[in-house]
């Protein structure tokens, strides 16, 4: 069974607690939530006081990525804010290791994203440490960008390498990805959906949701 997680980066920001709530309603299991330095990544976002303010009136898992440097820096401040999962990116982390343990020390659940061009090696070491890896099917930084065909043997690779050591580690998709090519990100491996545009944007969002989920195991 997969999981889909809305991305909020394209909700209507000025309505974005209605645009929640109707995720919600259609059983999505994660809120993702794009938080972006403008350093890190070219583009600017929001950050822990919009998390707290929805939190209250929400249920779902809430998933943070983290697009920003230094992110050791906010740990504290977004599980405070009320998220779940923090996810950090490994380009950003000097000890990566040390990040990770500081964020298991808040009690949430930990996840480590790689940009395409970021070979799974990099995390080789501290796969039996975290929950998720987040594998980034677009360069990060804005919403509504094209999946990078490459990226179907990157997650093909990381399955292969959490089979083999036994982990229950989830494999999460981000960016791209549409009812059209759900299948084949799940055929490799991928088991949390990260879906912004095509969950937002859709004119009847519980239809778009289901679709998804037909889609999948095809
Ligand atoms: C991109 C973000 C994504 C983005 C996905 O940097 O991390 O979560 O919102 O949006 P779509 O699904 O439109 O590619
Ligand atoms: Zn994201």
Redesign the pocket.
């Known amino acids: 069974m997969i999981k889909l997680a809305p991305?909020i980066?394209?909700a209507d920001f000025s309505r974005l607690l209605e645009d929640v709530k109707k995720v919600e309603k259609a059983g999505c299991e994660y809120l993702?939530i794009?938080v972006?330095d403008g350093h890190f990544?070219p583009?600017i976002t929001l950050g822990p006081m919009i998390i707290k303010s929805i939190r209250k009136e929400v249920d779902m898992f809430f998933d943070a990525?983290l697009?920003i440097k230094n992110p050791d820096n906010y740990i504290k401040e977004f599980v405070d804010a009320g998220c779940d999962m923090i996810v950090v990116h490994q380009e950003a982390c000097t000890h990566l290791h040390r990040t990770i343990q500081n964020i298991k020390s808040h009690n949430v659940k930990v996840g480590v994203s790689l940009n395409p061009a970021t070979p799974i090696e990099t995390i080789k070491h501290v796969l039996h440490d975290i929950d998720m890896v987040l594998i980034?099917t677009?360069?990060?930084?804005?919403?509504?960008?094209s999946?990078i065909e490459g990226m179907i043997d990157k997650i093909k690779e990381l399955k292969d390498l959490i089979d083999k050591k036994g982990l229950n580690v989830d494999i999460q998709v981000?960016?791209?990805?549409?009812p059209d090519n759900v299948s084949k990100v799940v055929k490799a491996g991928a088991n949390i959906i990260?879906?912004?545009?095509?969950?937002f944007e859709s004119d009847n969002i519980e239809e778009t949701v289901k679709l998804f989920r037909e889609n999948a195991n095809k």
């Open positions: 991305s980066l394209s993702h794009d972006m990544v583009n990525h697009m980034m677009v360069n990060p930084g804005f919403g509504g960008q999946f981000d960016g791209g990805i549409k990260v879906s912004g545009s095509a969950i």
